[in-house]
């Protein structure tokens, strides 16, 4: 807490209004970052879901052209 004397602040204010400001600019930064790191993720697990529908459809393909071929 920052004490207030007279419209003053005490001298341990100064100190304590300093390590608020780093304190809130390491949050800032460690947000920014997570924010990044979720939004890259993202990026990748869309990519991974597209590889998987690729696979899927590659497999269905062969598995029904087998089974046509099969009946003539």
């Known amino acids: ?3 207030i004397e007279g ?4 001298e341990s204010g ?3 209004e300093a390590t608020v400001t780093v ?3 390491f949050l800032l930064m460690i947000g920014t970052i997570l924010i990044l790191l979720g939004t890259v993720l993202v990026v990748i697990g869309a990519i991974v879901i597209l590889m998987g529908i ?3 459809a590659v497999a269905a393909f062969l598995l029904i052209r087998r089974v046509l071929r099969r009946r003539q």
């Open 1 to 3: 807490m920052i004490a």
């Open 7 to 10: 419209g003053k602040e005490s």
């Open 14 to 16: 100064g100190g304590q």
């Open 23 to 25: 304190l809130a600019i």
């Open 54 to 56: 690729a696979l899927i």
